[in-house]
């Protein structure tokens, strides 16, 4: 169960109070009144009234995480672009970009063998590159997740334990990058993954794509 504060611990007796201390006529319950007609502070009681004002979707601003993985997608291609015209290469030449297993950018596509070796030589040479595309590598398919759950929460009214549990209650902490990382050490935890995270996994590393 989520952590609660002091005040918000003090606050669920009355809100309950508020909800089953009275009878249909407004005036107070006697205190003979049958135990059936009491309220009593569960665990359960608790838990409903912090899920009532707790709802991790809501605190999620997708539209901005993917503004913001947006503009690192855009100076991967210019980059991209850029460097294939220094070279006078075809321009609509299909390039896949992604990891080694060192952490170093392996560059693909249709392009000759020597043409590769000099864009991957230039581009691991790039601090801003390899920085950009780092970040992008790390939080894009959390940015996917995150999308997916949010829409079906918001379009049928459902919750998923696992992507809760991604989500603070203190939106500072819910930037893309902290969900990223809790989002990594769920896809590593070999529990969480047979409980049902919702994302498959092929084995293959995350690659960008220009112009596919």
């Known amino acids: 169960m989520s952590q609660i504060s002091t005040e918000q611990a003090l606050q669920v007796p009355q809100q309950l109070t508020r909800h089953g201390g009275f009878n249909e006529n407004g005036s107070h319950k006697q205190a003979g009144s049958d135990d059936s007609q009491r309220k009593i502070l569960t665990d ?10 707790f709802n991790p979707a809501k605190k999620i601003q997708v539209d901005a995480f993917k503004g913001e993985l947006g503009q690192e997608k855009t100076f991967i291609k210019e980059t991209l672009k850029t460097k294939l015209a220094e070279y006078n290469l ?19 596509g249709s392009l000759a063998d020597t043409d590769l ?10 601090k801003l590159f390899k920085s ?15 999308d997916n759950i949010v829409k ?3 379009v049928y009214g459902v919750e998923n334990a696992l992507f809760n549990s991604l989500i603070s209650e203190q939106n500072e902490f819910n930037r893309l990058n902290d969900i990223a990382h809790r989002y990594e050490a769920l896809k590593q935890n070999n529990s969480a993954s047979s409980a049902g995270l919702e994302e498959k996994e092929t084995g293959l590393a995350f690659n960008f794509v220009l112009n596919a």
């Open 90 to 108: 075809n321009p609509r030449s299909q390039l896949s970009i992604q990891k080694d297993a060192f952490g170093s950018i392996e560059i693909n």
């Open 152 to 154: 079906i929460s918001k």
């Open 132 to 146: 950009a595309f780092d970040k992008l590598s790390k939080q894009e398919p959390t940015l996917n997740y995150v």
């Open 44 to 53: 359960d009681a608790v838990t409903l009234l912090l899920r009532q004002e």
């Open 117 to 126: 070796e000099k864009l991957t030589t230039d581009l691991n040479n790039n």
